[in-house]
């Protein structure tokens, strides 16, 4: 993460919730791996779940997504502007 500044994964990560939303919070992590090419590693699908939950608390803290009533996951309209998301 770097100081404010969102990351490529969190870029990507933004994107899925754009594209799904409402997403989910254990949806995120599904999403994240089907996205992504698979490892070799036997633990990489574990590993990227775990990523994911980092991934969001840490947009939901920048003002990027928010936490529905329901424990899904919405982009706000700062985090659509900044992947050029049409979303909700």
Known sequence: MS?????AAQKET???ICD????PAHR??????AARRPGTDPGYARAIARMAGTLAWRLQAQG???ETRTG????TSDGR???????A
């Open 3 to 7: 100081d404010g500044y969102p990351t």
């Open 14 to 16: 933004l994107r899925l």
């Open 20 to 23: 799904h939303e409402p997403m």
């Open 28 to 33: 995120l992590a599904d999403e994240l791996v």
């Open 64 to 66: 990027f997504i928010i």
């Open 72 to 75: 899904d996951w919405r982009t």
């Open 81 to 87: 502007a900044l992947i050029s998301c049409a979303g």
